[in-house]
């Protein structure tokens, strides 16, 4: 049987646009890109439904680099607990600090406080269930690994597609930061086409085998929904447009060819008449 996959791209707190995604799709297996927390209002709330859908088999989720900066600071001070050494304790709140200057600030006033000491349990649980890349096969099933030419895939990952990059010699890390104007970036054999977040844009577009879907949701409130299936076509994108200020989005870059979505209008809970470009 084939499973139908969603992929749901940078949330940064918007839990009422994720419950938008689960009542358009409600039988559906979401693939989530990362940035779920930081920005937006309902970091924890987003969070909690995530790995809800994840206990019901209904979700996978992957790392944004917002959760590899929140990421940083606890796992320096686990290591600091059992070392007692000073210095895992300053490398602890420098990357503490690193997640709150780059948007972890919201989540810590959303709390109320935030220390590393009294880390949220549930956050916790959430940085460690995530991985960086997955592949999505014509089935419906996701692969830790690419399956290979003889089976078709569409690459889904936070930033870019996993490659060596002078930056990131790592290419577990280069998938969590590398923008589009530094590919194009190579993909496996067998992968037709990659997903991706990161970068925000007015309009899901295209760049040579890459699709950006990042739309700004947490300022603009549209929010994009990729429903991967044959790996040789294009995915249908629906259009989530919920509260929010779509006029942000006039200072996001334009790059690439802009691909038509059909918007869906939360206010009325309809679809538009037709497929359109928004810019």
């Not at 220390?115 to 890349?133: A, C, D, G, K, S």
Request: net charge neutral.
């Amino acid at each position: 049987m084939t499973r139908q996959v969603v992929v749901i791209p940078d949330l940064h707190g918007r839990a009422d646009l994720l419950e938008a995604a689960i009542r358009q799709f409600p039988d559906a297996h979401f693939l989530q890109l990362g940035d779920a927390i930081d920005r937006g209002p309902q970091s924890m709330a987003t969070v909690a439904r995530l790995l809800e859908l994840k206990e019901q088999g209904r979700a996978t989720l992957l790392m944004g680099n917002h959760e590899r900066m929140a990421q940083e600071g606890p796992n320096w001070y686990a290591q600091y607990m059992g070392t007692h050494d000073m210095g895992d304790y300053r490398r602890a709140m420098e990357g503490y600090q690193w997640w709150m200057r780059a948007g972890g600030e919201t989540v810590r006033k959303e709390l109320g406080g935030l220390t590393l000491e009294q880390f949220p349990p549930l956050l916790l649980e959430y940085l460690r269930e995530l991985r960086r890349v997955a592949y999505v096969t014509a089935d419906g099933a996701i692969h830790d690994q690419a399956p290979g030419p003889g089976t078709p895939s569409v690459l889904v990952s936070h930033a870019a597609p996993p490659v060596k990059h002078q930056q990131y010699p790592n290419p577990l890390s280069a998938a969590l930061w590398l923008r589009p104007f530094e590919g194009p970036f190579p993909l496996p054999e067998g992968v037709v086409y990659s997903i991706h977040g990161h970068t925000p844009v007015r309009n899901p577009t295209r760049l040579n085998r890459h699709v950006y879907a990042d739309l700004g949701a947490y300022q603009t409130g549209r929010l994009a929904l990729l429903e991967v299936g044959n790996p040789q076509l294009h995915p249908k994108i629906r259009v989530l447009c919920g509260p929010g200020q779509p006029e942000r989005a006039n200072k996001y870059i334009q790059f690439g060819e802009m691909i038509p979505v059909t918007p869906i209008d939360l206010a009325e809970g309809r679809p538009g008449e037709r497929p359109y470009y928004r810019a």
